[in-house]
């Protein structure tokens, strides 16, 4: 167990929905990032939060936003989805967003289908 | 931006022998390199990492080098048990904005 806890484990949808995962870092983590995992593209980071702001983006698409809330924890909401957008979505945390390399702690994931 | 390449994608080894996994990176300017395991349905894991200022790191069974001159990083693991069977990933990241971008992936089974 990472202590990094994700909810839902499980999210069937359909297109055009909405939807809205949601992460908690380990205690004392600042920094929480938002991986997609597909069969074609792999592991690709979304985007990362450090202390509430928005730090890095990466190819996050238009329809999908996240937050990071004052207690830490953080949310990614997705819209308009379509079939391809459906995934495994984790959510990493680690200590701090300086130094070199700060090592990132993976939730468990949330396996998002879209019918 | 940064691109990892990871070879090879799929491994098989018998029980007991070695494996050895290979990454290569780009952006000269990357000094942090993860390696995670990634059983079927469940989370990467980390299980090694190595910082720009090493050349090696080694916890039991499981090593990882690292060639700053040729941008490329190798994880070594010895001695194969059926548990090692998974995917594994190798990562690269900066110091600032430490987004982790990852190679495809090698599938590793160990035959027993």
């Known amino acids: 167990d990472s202590g990094v806890t994700q909810t839902p484990k499980h999210l069937i949808t359909a297109t055009g929905q909405r939807v809205t995962l949601r992460c908690s870092p380990r205690?004392?983590?600042?920094?929480v990032y938002w991986y997609q995992q597909s069969l074609d593209q792999g592991l690709q980071f979304l985007i990362q939060?450090?202390?509430?702001?928005?730090?890095a983006k990466g190819n996050i698409l238009e329809r999908f936003s996240a937050q990071q809330f004052p207690d830490l924890h953080s949310e990614l909401n997705l819209s308009s989805l379509e079939l391809g957008d459906s995934a495994l979505y984790f959510c990493a945390s680690s200590v701090t967003n300086t130094g070199i390399g700060d090592t990132q702690y993976f939730g468990p994931g949330t396996r998002l289908t879209v019918l | 931006g940064e691109n990892v390449e990871q070879h090879p994608s799929t491994l098989s080894v018998q029980e007991g022998d070695s494996a050895v996994i290979k990454c290569t990176y780009s952006d000269s300017a990357s000094n942090y390199f993860p390696w995670y395991k990634q059983e079927l349905g469940k989370r990467p894991q980390l299980i090694i990492d190595i910082r720009s200022n090493v050349g090696e790191k080694k916890d039991q069974r499981i090593a990882v080098t690292l060639n700053k001159t040729a941008k490329h990083f190798s994880l070594h693991i010895t001695e194969t048990q059926p548990e090692d069977s998974a995917v594994y990933f190798c990562a690269a990241s900066k110091v600032y904005g430490n987004k982790l971008v990852f190679g495809a992936g090698t599938i590793l089974r160990v035959k027993s």
């Open positions: 205690s004392g983590d600042l920094s």
């Open positions: 939060y450090y202390n509430g702001e928005e730090r």
